[in-house]
């Protein structure tokens, strides 16, 4: 009797043991084929290329923005400066173009050639100072100890008058003389000294630097070096002396030239000046781009 409980006491053992681990093996079945279940969804999006619901919100949300013109750039002018405002680099004062009425050039003074002289001649800008003269180049922008160039308003050369005055804005539209003389990098050479020069006589200064003037399409074919692949080359090269803080690059060709991209025919006599009754477009061009720069 005793024998035959003790083997049936084995046999539960035994029995229970194999209930047990059976159920073990069971319970990790159930949970591998719910990971499984789990598993198989996120495959299946990663593999469709869905979206979350958060990325399609925020996608949204820049569409909106965009739509709304918040950070859409604005338009970039010749020198490839954001119109209207530099960019959000941190430090860098913020700009805009303004529109002004005649006061604004209270404190300027305009600086260049024969064209600048038709400036001063008709433009009714009596408010401001001129050192312009005809045949006047940057290669001898400095050079006239006994003030032989007075065309303008001026008693002395224009080195000793930046030094004796100081301005608020200083204009600079000089190059048409110089195209006949040394190529493209000679030219700014010359250029970049004269800015340089200007600046440290006038160190409060805005500078706008005026794009040279094309000349008609009909007088840049005749085949000489004056002519309008030479002016934008130049040009290009002026804007980018422009630093978008303390001197400016103004296209005054955007309001001069006709379809074909030369001066237009009907605003000037020569091909290369303007007509003393258009002389208003270049100026109210000034007006409408005048700088207002804050932090």
């Not at 084929?33 to 949300?61: F, K, L």
């Not at 090269?237 to 009907?266: H, K, M, W």
Request: aromatic content about 14%; some cysteine; hydrophobic content about 35%.
């Amino acid at each position: 009797m005793e024998k035959f409980r003790y083997y049936r006491f084995i046999c539960l053992l035994v029995f229970g043991g194999i209930l047990f681990f059976g159920y073990e093996g069971v319970a990790d079945q159930f949970q591998e084929q719910m990971q499984e279940a789990w598993r198989e969804p996120i495959e299946e999006v990663i593999s469709d290329n869905h979206v979350s619901e958060y990325e399609i919100s925020v996608n949204e949300e820049q569409e909106s923005v965009s739509e709304n013109g918040m950070e859409n750039e604005e338009n970039e002018d010749v020198s490839g400066n954001i119109l209207n405002g530099t960019d959000e680099t941190e430090g860098q004062p913020q700009w805009s173009y303004i529109t002004v009425d005649e006061s604004y050039f209270d404190d300027a003074v305009f600086i260049g050639d024969s064209r600048t002289v038709g400036l001063y001649d008709y433009a009714g800008l009596d408010n401001a100072a001129f050192y312009a003269s005809s045949g006047l180049t940057v290669y001898k922008l400095f050079e006239d100890p006994d003030g032989k160039y007075k065309d303008g308003n001026w008693p002395e050369n224009i080195g000793t008058a930046l030094e004796n005055r100081q301005f608020g804005k200083v204009y600079l539209m000089i190059g048409i003389n110089e195209m006949g003389t040394g190529d493209v990098d000679y030219f700014m050479k010359h250029y970049e000294a004269a800015v340089a020069r200007i600046r440290e006589l006038q160190p409060h200064a805005v500078i706008y630097l005026e794009g040279i003037l094309r000349v008609t399409t009909e007088r840049s074919q005749q085949g000489d070096y004056i002519n309008n692949q030479g002016i934008d080359e130049r040009n290009e090269r002026i804007a980018q002396l422009a630093d978008d803080q303390t001197i400016f690059y103004l296209d005054v060709n955007s309001v001069v030239c006709d379809e074909t991209g030369g001066l237009n025919p009907e605003y000037t006599f020569d091909g290369v000046h303007l007509y003393a009754q258009y002389i208003h477009i270049w100026k109210e061009y000034l007006m409408e781009h005048a700088v207002s720069v804050g932090n």
